[in-house]
């Protein structure tokens, strides 16, 4: 079953703007991540954050994380025309253990118009 | 350095007939396999995952079953192929990293399979 999801569907901005896409999820989680897919490919890891942080940072990424609202954020500033790809939000539940599992959201359509 | 390699790429199958589709990792021991369907413009729907060598749980009552004969190999196999098979397969692993929970997982290239 889908633990998060994404919103907006999709969102078409124009390049050298900021995109921000959101994520809720269900129940509680050890970590929450984000990861990119261009099409047709496989997914590819951009940033974790752990239920202790509220922010965390990684180039033109910014990511939020609001546990009292299981909700998380992606800003990618200064959008690129190379930005242009799917962008999902996956969970590990808590509790966790050998057997926690990663839980992906229905994802957001990113599409930067040069 | 650790790659993974799922095979094949696309695929083409008729109805009825069975189904493997192998992933492998290189560079790491014990990790923790997964497979996920991926709809056209849907997220991802987690099928299985495997924490060690013959131990696989399944997410979803299906069609579809999957082994871990080796440390670092994971198969999804079928009997016999239903349309609704069709899709996009990918193979992940990731290893625990702080507090016993999972890190980052890392991906194949994906599997198209297509049932006709």
């Known amino acids: 079953s889908q633990q998060g999801e994404e919103d907006p569907q999709a969102l078409s901005i124009q390049e050298g703007e900021n995109a921000t896409m959101n994520c809720s999820y269900k129940t509680s989680i050890n970590n929450l991540q984000w990861y990119r897919q261009n099409s047709g490919r496989g997914l590819v890891h951009l940033i974790l954050?752990?239920?202790?942080?509220r922010e965390k940072h990684s180039g033109r990424l910014r990511v939020t994380l609001d546990t009292s609202k299981k909700s998380s954020s992606l800003l990618i500033t200064a959008s690129r025309a190379a930005d242009t790809a799917s962008y999902f939000c996956a969970t590990v539940q808590a509790p966790g253990g050998a057997t926690n599992k990663l839980i992906f959201g229905t994802g957001t359509l990113l599409a930067v118009q040069p | 350095s650790q790659t993974i390699h799922q095979w094949p790429a696309t695929l083409v199958q008729p109805v009825g007939s069975p189904l493997s589709l192998e992933c492998t990792v290189e560079g790491t021991s014990n990790p923790n396999l997964y497979w996920y369907r991926q709809a056209a413009g849907r997220g991802l729907q987690l099928l299985f995952y495997?924490?060690?060598?013959?131990?696989i749980s399944s997410e979803v009552p299906q069609n579809l079953s999957a082994s871990r004969p080796q440390d670092r190999q994971f198969i999804l196999s079928s009997k016999k192929l239903l349309l609704s098979d069709s899709g996009f397969y990918l193979c992940?692993?990731?290893?625990?990293?702080?507090?016993?929970?999972?890190?980052?997982?890392?991906f194949g290239q994906g599997t198209r399979l297509t049932v006709v």
């Open positions: 992940a692993w990731s290893v625990l990293g702080y507090g016993l929970t999972n890190t980052e997982a890392f």
């Open positions: 495997s924490v060690g060598i013959g131990q």
């Open positions: 954050i752990r239920s202790n942080e």
